[in-house]
């Protein structure tokens, strides 16, 4: 199971708050950000533009309600999508933040004198309806002044957070409406969309931290550290502090702790670390390489690529001809390198590729993309030229042949 990124609950709010503002950005954040944004040119869908828009407004509210409660939780990170955590809290806040919009429309063209009771009400009551929308999920609840009252008392003077980032919000809207002529509808529209949907799951992101910092009060016991627990990743870190401290007097000791921790089951980042770091300080390379491949394709296979990368180059230097001992493994991490504009790893890797596994399918592909790399510097050429006719030679039929000889050419041209 993949780490669970727990905050405490005692961090101190100033360090949260900072940490909040790329809150929206991170992980699956981003991706629903963006992908809401994008959303909003449903609206320009014939006949159901109307109802489509709704439809991405609510998903909008829903997101960050799931927000808030994952914060509750204690977790570090935005949710995936499918949590579901706020069930149909989505559409009772879409609901009420459009009233909420027509009240402020219809006063201003009715009684504009009236606006000035009626902003201070809903800027200081929204926050409040929506955490009991997003906790409790009763409407009627929620649109109750005692519940207002109430949940207000409870988080103090650091209310005014959230209710200063709507005052933001509001403030964004009615710039996008007032300078809604200065760009194309078509550019704008997503652009106020991911700023809307920024701030509206840093609102509920914040009022999530304020929940999670007095849970006590609202009779609330965060998921994630026992999450954390059940999943031994406490465990985990203690078994570190052990082993460091063992490994003072006793290394080898240390070492067999750590080992036995890795036979179990998924290990996280320190374990691997501080393992590999007793290994060198012991000077057991083979141990050492033999970690590295358990390691790196672990890594592979959890989307943690770049991690993987750091982990050959540390195998590299202590053995110049390690390589992954997985074709996938070893290509994959041979693309990486290259994108990355990693030249020497990644030309590595594609001579290593070749050199393991001369006739698999994808051998031309990793030898031409090493040959380009060679080719791109000077002194490497006739290096490059000599990797192009091995593979022509090798490959004469490959859907790669015509790549490899129009490469040959431009080569030969430079030379």
Known sequence: MPRIEVVPANTPFGERLAASFSYPLRGAGLATCTALAIAHYASYLPAIGMLANLLVWAATWRYAADCMQYTANG???PPDVGVDEAGTAGW??????????????ACGLLAPATLWLLVPVLVLALPAIDMSLAFEGNVLHALNPATWWRIALGFEGAYFIPVAINLL???????????SNLLPHFLALPLFGFAYTYLIVLAF???GVLIHQRHERFGLEPEAPKLAKAIGQDEDSQLVDAARTLAESDPTAALHQL??????????????????ELLRRQGLRDDLLVHGQIWIAA?????EARRALGVLQECCTADSAFIPDDPRTCGELADLAARLGMERLAI??????LAHWSRDERAPHYGLLAARLLGAQAERRTEAMVLLQKLASAWPEH?????????QRQLAGTA
């Open 299 to 303: 890594l592979v296979a959890q989307n």
């Open 348 to 353: 590595h890797l594609g001579r290593g590729y």
């Open 399 to 407: 859907p790669l042949r015509n790549d490899i000889a129009t490469l």
């Open 259 to 276: 080992a036995e921790r890795l036979r179990k089951r998924t290990a996280p980042a320190p374990v691997h670390q501080l393992y590999r």
């Open 205 to 207: 992101h914040l009022m």
């Open 92 to 105: 009772a806040l879409t609901l009420i933040h459009l009233v909420a919009g027509a009240l402020f429309v």
């Open 169 to 179: 919000l509001g403030a964004l809207i009615a710039v996008a409406t007032l300078t």
């Open 75 to 77: 977790y570090a990170n």
